[in-house]
């Protein structure tokens, strides 16, 4: 089916690499419209063979029919747009964290609770991208092992703060002495362990995005996940250090095939050789990457992992069109 596809917050990273993914995907599509801010307006974006002019978001455009509406224009601006589409009757996918905890709301991940959209309309969320890359990797082994504890350490990359924090790290690296405007502090040769605003308990709004999106996603409200998450100077692609326990202890060499044989993943494990992910393997890929796999010392039914995604893509972009594609085989096996 031809889809009639718009886009909120066309201009920004996240909408343009979902102009991409949306051409490498060969998705279907009818008429593709882009949306954004009124001074964006007019603004000419290239999409395969034609230019596609920015339109201003407003309500009666969200009125219109749509099959699908990305929405990556921040929180606020899903807030107040993301239900009148829905209520017009277009599908949102929203890529901001404004509904993925609110009831109801699926809040997915295609591969692993994508059937929770048969027949569904309305607004779906696209879980944080630290989120999607950690569950991506540990989703199989719950299936076989049965997950009872996360505790991560995350080392996250600029462009998650848009074009700014990209902007900022390279401004600071040319000249070390230009005052933070993005971060808390200088970012350039340093790593923040502060990511959005902090809470009374201690933690900041990212570290409790990754708790109870994980618990949501993998349909396991009482599941302890203990976060820290760090700004780090890499341009783009977030890495995590992800220590799990389970009810059975893992075995080693079956992992390794587990993570082989998982669609959207990749094993990089062969320490010895050097091989082992880093944001460089992830960059523009869709596959989330995995390494550094080892048993706990101490603990048999604990392992530790090295987690790599190019955080626009599979933390955004490429999982946001994956629900599309993945509602669209869903409407054809009815
Ligand atoms: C970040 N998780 O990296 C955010 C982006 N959604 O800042």
Redesign the pocket.
């Known amino acids: 089916m031809s889809l009639k596809i718009g886009i909120v917050g066309g201009t920004g990273n996240v909408g343009r690499k979902i102009l991409q993914v949306l051409t490498e995907q060969r998705v279907d599509i009818q008429s593709l419209r882009l949306f954004a801010s009124k001074k964006s307006q007019g603004e000419k974006i290239s999409f395969q063979d034609r230019d596609i002019t920015v339109e201003q978001l407003t309500e009666e455009a969200m009125q219109e029919e749509f099959d699908y509406l990305l929405f990556s224009a921040g929180g606020e601006v899903s807030e107040h747009y993301a239900p009148i589409a829905a209520k017009s009757g277009n599908t949102v996918i929203d890529?901001s964290?404004q509904w993925r905890m609110t009831e109801g709301i699926p809040l997915v991940v295609p591969e692993i609770n994508g059937d929770i959209l048969k027949g569904y309309q309305g607004i779906v969320a696209n879980p944080?991208?630290?989120?999607i890359q950690m569950v991506a990797a540990l989703s199989p082994l719950n299936e076989v092992y049965g997950l009872t504890k996360i505790n991560v350490a995350?080392y996250?990359?600029?462009?998650?703060?848009?074009s700014a924090?990209m902007q900022e790290l390279q401004e600071q690296l040319a000249d070390p002495q230009r005052e933070p405007r993005t971060y808390p502090k200088t970012i350039a040769g340093n790593c923040i362990p502060h990511?959005?605003v902090f809470y009374d308990n201690g933690y900041t709004k990212?570290e409790l995005?990754m708790v109870y999106e994980t618990q949501k996603i993998l349909n396991k409200p009482t599941l302890p996940v203990q976060v820290t998450?760090v700004?780090v100077p890499v341009i783009n692609g977030?890495s995590e250090a992800i220590y799990a326990e389970f009810e059975k202890a893992p075995d080693l060499q079956e992992v390794r095939e587990i993570f082989e044989k998982t669609q959207g993943l990749v094993l990089m494990d062969k320490p010895g050789d050097l091989v082992y992910p880093t944001v460089f393997d992830a960059h523009d890929r869709d596959e989330v990457f995995v390494g550094r796999i080892r048993k706990d010392l101490f603990n048999p039914k604990g392992l530790a992992l090295w987690v790599v995604a190019d955080?626009l893509r599979k933390?955004?972009a490429t999982n946001g069109v994956g629900i599309l594609t993945h509602m669209e085989k869903l409407k054809k096996v009815r």
Do not use: F
């Not at 944080?128 to 989120?131: D, E, I």
């Open positions: 890529n964290s944080n991208c630290s989120t995350t996250q990359a600029v462009s998650g703060s848009g924090g990511i959005d990212e995005k998450t700004r977030h955080n933390g955004a």
